[in-house]
């Protein structure tokens, strides 16, 4: 069990479509809901290693017949986890909304 208060300071998740299927998102849910300031978004059609370098060092087929990218585009996944990432560390910075609406304000093109 993860103990509350673990901390005070916002913090973001950002999951491939597996993890948040797995059995190891219930731990990540309860650091979640244990926490004052947290958020998590999962991004569908990503995997672990869409995450890393990987998907650019690698051409799309291999990469995807290896599992080491997700159905979605490279570049979208990448827009996808920046924008998230920027939207939530400007908003730690400069809280003008509360953090639970910080999901509205994320969009991919």
């Known amino acids: 069990t993860i103990g509350r208060g673990l901390t005070t300071a916002p913090a ?3 999951n491939s479509e597996p993890f948040a299927k797995s059995p190891e ?3 990540t849910s309860e650091l979640i809901r244990n926490s004052p300031a947290a958020l998590a978004f999962s991004i569908p ?3 672990h290693q869409s995450f890393s370098d990987t998907p650019i060092l690698l051409p799309g087929r291999i990469a995807k017949r290896l599992q080491m ?3 979605l585009p490279v570049d979208t ?3 996808a986890m920046l924008s998230t990432a920027d939207s939530f560390l400007q908003h730690a910075e400069s809280p003008k909304v ?3 609406d910080l999901e509205q304000t994320i969009t991919v093109r």
């Open 12 to 14: 973001l998740f950002i």
């Open 69 to 71: 990218q997700g159905q």
């Open 25 to 27: 998102m219930d731990i």
């Open 77 to 79: 996944a990448y827009e």
């Open 45 to 47: 059609g990503t995997v």
């Open 98 to 100: 509360s953090i639970l």
